[in-house]
């Protein structure tokens, strides 16, 4: 199994994140995921709150709001409306 | 013949209005590049968006509450919006006349039917106001300044307005920047939201129920379009100022030259007139 997946995290108005990374957290609106590599496939959409990332440079934040998230093939696609560094 | 003086001035007025046009020009190249970057900048969420939505529609394809949705509903096209996108200011060459003359041979197109127009930017809302056209709203400014939060609340304007059943289609009229020097006018139609194209469903484990999920995404379809033809237009904007301001500097030093050879030609003409008029009087003493 691959030990990371790539992670992307856009709003409408630009790209914030396209990395390859060995864990994420979602803030989704049923509470919080934690991505592992090999995920299953999944939607749902997004509570505002921390992304928190980890990848091979250390540990990563983001604040983000509302949107969805796909999750497919050590594939995470974080659609956020709306992003800032945390 | 002119007097040297006039000359004179006149190669001057022609010098500071190439100043001007430069100046233009180089304000236009600098935010050209800024709309360039934000154009590129939106295009990764509008993909993956189209691609999300094409996977949940896949998901809910045989779901027929959806069809119900006040977005997806198909009605007779009798009321149309067309959103217009212009400029707020002119001197951008063809820009804005290209744009109205389009504007007016899709409403001619549409003889017989209702058209109401949402104006963007100063130059379109003017030229239709003063012929008493329908303006269901307008939008100005956005050619300095706007984020996506405007284009949401332009976007929001048609979807009430939609949902209300008030109107049966909503086009959207711009320029699509191409390069720059070529811009293409496009005509989309936003709402009725198209449906997405077919994709092999997956097997996705849904927080929420998938028809929900498509619910939320559908208002966002007209809002990334709306988004998407507003950076077009203005980085097309600020191309065909750029190009235009370009072609008035050059017409100028060419103007500036002519000018100058002309002048020339005056001062030598006097000059060569003067020593006739000392010669032949030297001689006349002989």
């Not at chain 1, 939607?43 to 540990?59: F, V």
């Amino acid at each position: 199994m691959a030990e990371t997946f790539l992670l992307e995290v856009a709003t409408p108005e630009r790209l914030w994140v396209r990395a390859q990374v060995r864990e994420a957290q979602i803030p989704c609106r049923n509470g919080y995921i934690g991505v592992l590599p090999g995920h299953a496939a999944l939607l749902s959409e997004l509570a505002s709150g921390r992304l928190t990332y980890m990848s091979e440079d250390g540990n990563h934040a983001l604040e983000i709001s509302g949107g969805w998230v796909e999750v497919l093939d050590d594939h995470v696609r974080v659609l956020a409306d709306e992003a800032r560094e945390a | 013949m002119p007097s040297l003086i006039d000359l004179r001035r006149r190669i001057r007025s022609v010098r500071n209005t190439q100043q001007v046009t430069k100046a233009m020009k180089m304000v236009s190249a600098a935010k050209l590049r800024r709309a360039q970057d934000r154009v590129l900048a939106a295009r990764p969420y509008a993909a993956m968006y189209r691609e999300l939505r094409a996977r949940v529609a896949a998901a809910v394809a045989t779901d027929e509450r959806l069809a119900t949705h006040p977005l997806l509903a198909q009605r007779p096209e009798e009321r149309i919006v067309l959103v217009f996108f212009t400029a707020d200011r002119g001197l951008a060459g063809a820009f804005n006349t290209n744009l109205i003359r389009a504007a007016q041979a899709f409403i001619a197109e549409q003889a017989g039917k209702q058209v109401q127009l949402v104006t963007i930017g100063r130059k379109g809302r003017d030229f239709f106001r003063k012929r008493h056209f329908p303006i269901a709203a307008e939008y100005t400014g956005f050619s300095q300044k706007f984020d996506y939060a405007d284009a949401a609340s332009v976007a929001r304007f048609l979807i009430e307005r939609y949902a209300r059943a008030e109107t049966d289609a909503v086009y959207l009229l711009y320029n699509e920047f191409k390069s720059l020097i070529s811009a293409r006018l496009t005509t989309v139609r936003v709402l009725p939201v198209q449906p997405a194209a077919a994709v092999r469903p997956v097997d996705y484990i849904f927080e929420q129920p998938p028809r929900e999920l498509l619910e939320g995404l559908l208002p966002r379809y007209v809002e990334v379009a709306v988004y998407q033809a507003l950076l077009e237009s203005v980085a097309a904007e600020h191309a065909a100022r750029m190009t235009a301001m370009d072609q008035a500097t050059n017409n100028a030093a060419e103007m500036i030259a002519r000018l100058t050879l002309y002048m020339n030609r005056v001062r030598q003409a006097s000059i060569t007139k003067e020593i006739i008029e000392v010669v032949s009087g030297a001689e006349a003493l002989e």
